[in-house]
């Protein structure tokens, strides 16, 4: 068994702990091998049950609902004729959220300080994978486990999955189907009868715990998250895997799809002929993979080495929006780097399986973040301008390659989107950037430190830290995300605005 700790373990879940324990023992025994016993799971359960009953809940908090679906799980362990593989793929697992659901929501979110230090200290190793003794031996490790959640809509949940199965090699990889609590019948039985496939049946929906939860089950090296209102078409994966691989710092790569905000929607498929059209784009593209500050991945191939070192996804997003920014935010701070890669297209139909509830928690994800981060995950630099990077690719199109990097100084650009866009334009003309950044708001520093040259706080007012830094050295371009007029004439002369977009400027120093 793990050794974790719980450095804010409250009286209650102190009672509660042995009993965990003793439950995921019978687990781990049950995926090593042993003949799972039933009736004392059973009794185990009715005592957390009553040992957590009468208790008010936090708002966020899922664990009545986990409850149920881990009582479920341990059902159909005890019936399965394989109860080893049905005890690694879904009970450990249910296990685990179970215990971090009622620790994190009844002991931890209750005091700031307390969420803080969880973050700081305990999030990571609450997250890991679930390797249970005997059982990883049993086979060679998978390259990348797909996995694809579904909650009801069976038609898209077809496509997608029959997409994945038709341009994917299996070989080597592993699929793992997840049944989010479904309404219907259909879904359980549609995914039973994919060949090949480990399934993940939740009996209730348990929103951001099915993340955490398929994480914890998976093998691969790589792990791809493919949304099921999503299609996937010809050398998707290769293509992502080739970037991700050619980026040691890369950890996570996504496809350019349509009805995706971020300006991830860079291209529009025609209503007929996608396959045609995603080989086209696949073919002219090739290699053409842009930074992004963040990613909103309805398809994503993440790194495992690297999420084993920042956790996946935090169920302090209960309402399922900005947990992908958090884990942007996480992987930038850790100086990993983040790709839509412009030589893959998939066609995503959008918001299928939330349907429009994100139009009703769009604002409390955004608290959320704001709560964990004291940041807005709207702020400057979250997201590039639309023809951004259409402008910068026209102002470097003029360029000469050079052999000596080009030096940048880099005023505000927040959470750094537009000094991505920057860099790509200039590493596709064959050149290297260095750059300097300048910031009067000392929490952006974080977000980009590990991506610039040096970084300098801008003090003790940054009008005079720029009028220093412009004196004692030299740079060739200024990038200014925000308003610009004050910054060309502080600058003063020998400066000229070459691209002006969405409040991003880009001036070049004259001849």
Known sequence: MEKLGFRWADE???????RFHALIAEGEAVAAGRVPDRARGEALLDQLEKGTAGIPLHPGCRYTEQLRNTRDAWQRTAAAPQPAQMAEDTLLPFLYELREEWYFWQSVAVSRT???????????????????TGTMDRAE????????????HLDHTRRCVESVLRHTDLRGRELLLIDHGSPDSETAAYFAAVPGARVIRFRENVRMLMFSAAFRASRGRYLAFVSNDTVVTAGWLE????????HPDGILAAPVTPHTSNGQSLFAAPAEGLDRFAASIGRHGRGDWRQRARIMPVIGLYRVSMLERIGFA???FSTMEFWDDDLSLRARRAGYRQFLCADVYCDHAGSVTGGGAWKETLVEGRRLFWQKHGL??????????????????????????RADPVRVLALGCGMGDSLFALEDAIRRRGGRMECHLLSDRPADLPDLLRFVHAAYPARPAWPEALRALLERESFDILLV???AAEVARLAGGGWRAAVSCGGVTVYRREA
């Open 314 to 316: 935090d169920r302090w």
């Open 376 to 401: 807005d995950p709207w702020g400057r630099g979250f997201c590039r301008p639309p023809g951004l990077e259409d402008a910068l690719r026209d102002f470097f199109s003029r360029w000469r390659p």
């Open 12 to 18: 209650c879940f102190l009672r509660l702990l042995p």
């Open 114 to 132: 307390a969420m803080q230090d969880y973050w700081a200290h305990e999030f990571v190793p609450h997250h890991q994978r679930i390797h249970p």
């Open 481 to 483: 995300d925000g308003p």
């Open 239 to 246: 293509r992502l895997l080739d970037c991700l691989r050619r």
């Open 141 to 152: 490790t998978p390259e990348v486990t797909i996995f694809i959640p579904a909650c009801g």
